[in-house]
């Protein structure tokens, strides 16, 4: 099995930027479906972003455009570079794996899971 391990998390200034990173051990990432989920505080948790074993790549409809997934396989690790942040990007952000191809943005689909790294934006 892969155990994740997700960094790069702080505090940022609307406008900012972050990358988040999910390092796996283990296991290669590459032998998962990848994703970002985050949670804000009295929310539920919701799907971010996800990368295939093949490498195609899903987002979240209100983030398109502002945060971007992608995967090094030479460091085995899984980023989320996250720009143009405002307040509402406020959450703690998990890194997760999915045992099925096929992916999903539902979390209950996904297998294992990172501790988490926390975001705050400040207006």
């Known amino acids: 099995q892969v155990q994740l391990v997700e960094s790069g998390g702080g505090s940022v200034q609307a406008g900012g930027s972050l990358r988040l990173s999910c390092a796996a051990s283990?296991?290669?990432?590459?032998?998962?479906?990848m994703a970002w989920f985050r949670q804000a505080p009295g929310k539920e948790r919701e799907f971010v972003a996800a990368?295939?074993?093949?490498?195609?790549?899903d987002y979240a409809d209100s983030l398109k455009g502002r945060f971007t997934i992608f995967g090094d396989t030479a460091k085995n690790t899984v980023y989320l570079q996250m720009n143009s942040l405002n307040p509402e990007d406020t959450a703690v952000y998990y890194c997760a794996a999915s045992n099925s191809p096929l992916g999903s943005p539902e979390r209950y689909k996904y297998d294992y899971w990172g501790q988490g790294t926390q975001v705050t934006v400040s207006s």
């Open positions: 283990g296991r290669a990432f590459r032998n998962y479906y």
């Open positions: 990368i295939s074993q093949s490498g195609n790549r």
